[in-house]
């Protein structure tokens, strides 16, 4: 998989794929992250990239040249363009699982206070990570890569996503490990029985009991 990420900082990337996980996905080339400041396809002699809003307002606007041009010398046949914005549709793990699939994702980090509406026309798919506004879209760049990538096969071992909270709309499982008691909180004993199917079952309703608590929506589902 390739991912082709858009934006005017792009020193905010330099650590963030560079560590743990998504640096080995990246090293065993499972996938390629490009990080391109589109600044460099502004034909502006100062290469500007925002003016101010028609019909006037505050702050400036992301033009729609530097933005068209950079994502036109990347898209391909295979290429999904999504745009990260906060009115986008409201990203959950079950999007991830279906972007984990592309050849190729395009992300597009929106900045200052706003971006001229016709972008939105070159991109497939607008994405927010939550109810909040940040600075920009980079963070959320960063939030959907690390996602992706690690669902892509041989990054992380199967099993350990296959029980992550939001897969059949149950949050995780609690799980613990050695010593049996810390400071007098025990292990329950169910997980030290070796029965296994008792061990699923165990797992299974406290799966459900954790969803029923902190997150009934996902049971309506
Ligand atoms: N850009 C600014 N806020 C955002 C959000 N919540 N999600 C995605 N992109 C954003």
Redesign the pocket.
């Known amino acids: 998989m390739k991912i082709d990420i858009l934006t005017l900082f792009p020193e905010m990337f330099e650590n963030v794929f560079s560590s743990s996980i998504i640096k080995r996905a990246v090293d065993e080339e499972k996938v390629e992250i490009n990080i391109h400041n589109f600044r460099e396809y502004s034909k502006d002699p100062h290469h500007k990239v925002d003016d101010t809003p028609y019909g006037g307002g505050s702050g400036m606007v992301l033009t729609c040249q530097p933005i068209f041009d950079c994502v036109e010398s990347l898209k391909t046949k295979d290429s999904l363009t999504i745009l990260?914005?906060?009115d986008?549709i409201p990203?959950k793990q079950e999007i991830a699982y279906n972007l984990a699939t592309k050849k190729h994702i395009i992300l597009i980090?929106?900045h200052y206070e706003g971006f001229d509406e016709r972008i939105r026309s070159i991109c497939d798919m607008e994405?927010?990570?939550?109810?909040?506004?940040?600075?920009?879209?980079e963070?959320?760049?960063m939030v959907i890569t690390d996602s992706i990538v690690r669902l892509l096969p041989g990054v992380i071992e199967q099993a350990s996503h296959q029980n992550d909270s939001f897969n059949n709309n149950l949050l995780d499982y609690p799980t613990y490990t050695k010593p049996r008691n810390f400071r007098g909180l025990e292990v329950p004993s169910v997980l030290l029985s070796g029965d296994h199917k008792k061990i699923e079952e165990y797992r299974k309703n406290e799966s459900i009991k954790r969803t029923q608590e902190r997150r009934p929506d996902l049971l309506e589902k």
Do not use: K
């Open positions: 990260l914005t906060p986008g990203y980090c929106g994405l927010s990570i939550g109810d909040y506004v940040l600075t920009g879209g963070l959320a760049s």
